[in-house]
């Protein structure tokens, strides 16, 4: 395993981020990040199921034969967000109200079977789970942003109905910007489309300015020993 | 010992692989199915008789409401309706009604005094834009509250409208085919209780 937790780490959350480098999982990504506490929720829920996703691919991965592993991890994938749906509705029905509309959605997401393909199918279960957890982070950071932006400039405010979500001892989250009453447009789906632009944009002009300057540093450098 | 490596290559592994999983996920499924089944129902009527105590104002109802329900048909469909009595009068009937929003259907819950009064109205489920139509949940914004007390003479029956249509109620800013939609379910649902009045009280 050349792989270690550190890398592993860096790389889910900002190398090989599931939105803002791999461009996964589009469709969740424009569709709650309406606010920050959507994009929260959903990144949430779906690390959780991203880590145990990876930790039984990982698993199975020697018993199952490439010619038939899409299949396999499909059904795998939807069984175990099919059974996690109902033991949250069952038994943290609170949360659930909040949380079941995003639910369904993790089994249409791309960056699971992106991840089990990519990543489980090949490593041990240690590394897979880090890995799951990793990536599911990075996406979580990546929909809060984009839901924070798009709530602030849209509604106004930050972290509405956090409480909802994380419990009322959170509601000192929630902020609003008095006398604003928001561009409309950020809410709807161009706004989704705009903010993610921007913000991939925005990686790539910071990317070239840290490249040139390793490049200056390194021209430097050989200059002296010149 | 077995050589893996070339068992999983052979033709016939691959539908038996397919098989076995199949197998397990059915099986997880039926088994998680039936371990959460009885939490769920219970989950769930704990859900109704919360928001159905909701539209309800308090000390309107001394009997388990829950169960004294009735079944009147309504253009083909079974509407379940929930009868709130003091004694042996009834109150109050609470029922679900549907409207269309911008997103699919918005389910509400209402409850009428016999005089054909609204007692509260609240949506139950939806799928309108957040942020936009969601406004009309309790939780949001104090919107839906509007209703309390309306009937079908009051407002006329032709200001049963968002304002925007010359009506009587508000709309939000960007959003006004959901609010629209549930005027209309709410009127729609007083029209169904006096129609069908002496069923529901008999």
């Known amino acids: 395993m050349s792989d270690n937790v550190g890398s592993i780490m860096k790389e889910g959350l900002w190398g090989q981020n599931v939105v803002f480098a791999q461009l996964l999982a589009m469709c969740p990504t424009m569709a709650v990040t309406t606010s920050g506490t959507n994009g929260l929720g959903m990144g949430l829920a779906t690390t959780a199921v991203l880590v145990v996703s990876n930790v039984l691919v990982s698993m199975i991965r020697k018993t199952v034969s490439s010619q038939v592993r899409i299949p396999v991890f499909v059904v795998l994938i939807a069984t175990l967000v099919t059974v996690v749906d109902m033991a949250m509705n069952a038994w943290l029905h609170d949360l659930y109200k909040v949380l079941g509309l995003f639910i369904a959605l993790i089994v249409v997401n791309c960056a699971i079977l992106g991840r089990a393909e990519a990543y489980a199918v090949k490593n041990g279960v240690v590394a897979s789970a880090v890995d799951g957890l990793a990536m599911g982070l990075g996406f979580t950071g990546a929909l809060t942003v984009i839901g924070l932006i798009r709530e602030f400039l849209g509604a106004g405010t930050l972290f509405a109905q956090a409480s909802n979500l994380l419990g009322p001892s959170f509601a000192f989250l929630e902020m609003k910007l008095p006398g604003y009453g928001g561009a409309l447009l950020m809410i709807l789906p161009p706004g989704g489309f705009a903010v993610l632009g921007f913000l991939l944009a925005g990686k790539r002009v910071m990317e070239n300015r840290l490249a040139a300057r390793a490049a200056e540093d390194d021209g430097g450098a050989q200059a002296v020993a010149v | ?202």
């Open chain 2, 1 to 202: 010992m077995l050589d893996l490596e070339a068992i999983r290559e052979k033709i016939g592994y691959q539908p038996a692989l397919l098989g076995v999983f199949a197998l397990l996920a059915s099986g997880a499924l039926a088994w998680a199915s039936g371990a959460t089944g009885a939490a769920i129902a219970a989950a769930e009527a704990k859900d109704l008789r919360d928001s159905l105590s909701e539209v309800l104002p308090a000390g309107m109802a001394d009997n388990d409401f829950l169960k004294d329900t009735v079944s009147v048909d309504r253009d083909g469909q079974a509407v379940t309706i929930y009868r709130a009595r003091q004694g042996k009068d009834v109150k109050a009937a609470l029922f679900k009604v549907a409207g269309r929003g911008y997103a699919g259907e918005i389910q509400i819950l209402m409850a009428v005094d016999t005089e054909g009064r609204t007692l509260g109205v609240r949506v139950l489920k939806h799928a309108e834009t957040p942020g936009l139509g969601d406004k009309i949940e309790a939780k949001k914004d104090a919107w839906i509250k509007g209703f309390d007390g309306k009937s079908l003479g009051d407002p006329a029956p032709e200001k049963w409208a968002v304002k925007k249509d010359n009506g009587v109620f508000d709309q939000f800013a960007g959003a006004t085919i959901t609010p629209r939609g549930v005027v209309k379910a709410v009127k729609g649902g007083l029209e169904f209780f006096a129609a069908h009045k002496t069923e529901i009280t008999g």
